[in-house]
């Protein structure tokens, strides 16, 4: 077990003690105590319990429930009573339904895990590490066919698209994606300021779309198979460059637990692997966030292989410290 | 293993869009940020309170609290500071109410239980034993910083915001407790 880290507010605190040392290593030691809390909570029950009084109590009030007329007791026979008790289960029944229905899907996958599911129509999707995926149930449609098949995307994830009459579309914060069937990879991270496609076989049409800004729409691009596009947030407003060739081995390196990067600048380099690390980087005034990073990994790499092999590349060291790693430039 | 002896990162960016979310009335946002937080603040109810249950209860009813009050949700606060706040405000009434209560029976206030595992020799078990004891002997206000950074992972302003102190005062209590518990695992 290695040493576990202090947060930085407390390190500050402890300069002025005389026992520092004693003192963190205890606060170490206390990690026992995270590790048995983690008791069984029956999360389901409880979330089906506070739904029942939240989510499901609003949309009553949006699709209000047919009046339900007060038994009159005296004139109602047995069989008359209990035909009125039926219809007044089954509208129940009718509302519990559409206020099943009315609430989206979500897949969520958290720091440290991928997370694999398949959509209503038989897509499969995998999830990256903090990345969320939202859908209507069934795409909305109550029969038949869908007018279009609308996932909403907030981070990374892999689409293998099942052949579909209609568009299968992917909507992300600055742009939409729309294909037929095909299998494709979006990297849409708003802090990067950009989505990120790499085709790898069938057809989608790019678009720059900012959903809160429509004169923000911004031409398409269609890719081929083996081609990346993005479409990045400027100052200047959105920006679609145009499609060029990518390793898609690469870019989908992450569902099998590896690691890939194409000269990308070292922040965005640490913020995807603290994402699937669960570990956090304090960046030195002194490294420059210029410099750029190739790297693949075809299966995941140890956290020590991974730090040892950028600290070569990019010439800095990382210091085990206050809440994380400090990245300092080598000696 | 270095991946699983860390906290979880909290994602305050995840938080802060789930709260924004939820201002609007989404109730995936909602549905998320109680799968994500139910767990832990059950394990934090349970420290004030007797049974599992109680502690179920008072965490359920801060997220229908919640969602009652997502549009006034504070876009600036950490809305997990916000449900640790009313669970444990919410906790320490009920404690309240029933001390008053056993105090009229002039009865004992019911003390936490700490039960010690008989048969194992582990270390680590005996540590966590010993640890537990100690930490429930702390008094409330260092168990509470204590417990909210170190078992719970929150930040520190996070966890001045449930106490409603200022962030430097919990630096004090927790140095106090780690003092008291470093002393109570020399003690020995």
């Known amino acids: ?331 | 293993m270095l991946l699983t002896t860390l906290q979880p990162a909290p994602d305050p960016g995840r938080m802060a869009r789930w709260a924004a979310s939820l201002r609007r009335g989404d109730g995936a946002a909602f549905e998320a940020l109680f799968r994500a937080l139910h767990p832990p603040l059950v394990r934090f109810a349970a420290g004030f309170v007797q049974s599992g249950a109680e502690a179920e209860d008072l965490v359920q009813e801060a997220f229908v609290r919640l969602w009652e009050r997502r549009a006034d949700i504070d876009p600036t606060l950490s809305v997990r500071a916000w449900l640790y706040r009313t669970v444990r405000n919410r906790a320490l009434n009920q404690i309240r109410d029933r001390r008053r209560r056993a105090d009229l029976l002039d009865a004992q206030p019911p003390r936490p239980t700490t039960t010690a595992a008989p048969d194992i020799a582990l270390e680590a078990r005996a540590l966590a034993d010993r640890l537990r004891t100690l930490v429930a002997a702390l008094p409330e206000r260092q168990r509470e910083a204590f417990v909210l950074t170190r078992v719970e992972g929150l930040a520190h302003t996070e966890v001045a915001e449930v106490m409603g102190i200022a962030a430097s005062t919990v630096n004090v209590h927790l140095v106090r407790a780690l003092k008291a518990l470093r002393a109570g695992l020399a003690d020995r």
Request: cysteine-free; proline content about 7%.
């Open chain 1, 1 to 331: 077990m290695s040493r576990d880290l202090l947060p930085p507010d407390l390190l500050d605190a402890l300069h002025d003690e005389p026992e520092a040392d004693a003192l963190a290593a205890v606060w170490t030691q206390a990690a026992v105590l995270a590790e048995d809390a983690r008791s069984a909570v029956d999360t389901e029950a409880a979330w089906a319990a506070v739904r029942a009084q939240t989510l499901a109590r609003t949309s009553e009030h949006h699709s209000t429930p047919p009046p339900v007329v007060p038994p009159r007791a005296a004139r109602f026979g047995r069989t008359r009573r209990f035909a009125m008790a039926t219809l007044v289960a089954a509208v129940l029944g009718v509302v519990a339904l559409g206020v099943w229905w009315s609430q989206p899907v979500a897949v969520v996958a958290g720091v440290g895990e991928t997370v694999a599911a398949v959509l209503p129509d038989g897509s499969a999707v995998d999830l990256n590490s903090g990345s969320r995926l939202v859908y209507d149930r069934r795409f909305g449609a109550l029969w038949g066919t869908p007018a279009e098949r609308a996932v909403q995307l907030e981070g990374e994830a892999f689409f293998d698209v099942e052949p579909g009459a209609v568009p299968f579309v992917v909507a992300t914060f600055n742009a939409r994606v729309e294909v037929l069937g095909t299998a494709f990879n979006v990297d849409a991270r708003a802090a990067e300021r950009t989505t990120d496609v790499a085709l790898v076989h069938g057809q989608v049409r790019l678009v720059g779309d900012a959903a809160e800004d429509a004169s923000q729409i911004r031409e398409a691009v269609v890719l081929a198979p083996g081609e990346t596009a993005q479409v990045v947030t400027t100052t200047a407003g959105l920006t679609v460059a145009p499609p060029a060739e990518a390793n898609a081995a690469r870019r989908t390196a992450w569902r099998t637990g590896g690691l890939a990067f194409d000269a990308e600048p070292l922040p965005a380099v640490l913020a995807e692997i603290e994402r699937r690390y669960g570990i956090a980087f304090a960046l030195d005034a002194r490294v420059s966030t210029e410099t750029a990073a190739t790297a693949f990994y075809a299966t995941r790499p140890s956290l020590d292989a991974l730090l040892g092999d950028l600290g070569v590349t990019w010439g800095v060291r990382f210091v085990p410290g206050p809440g994380g790693y400090r990245v300092v430039p080598a000696p």
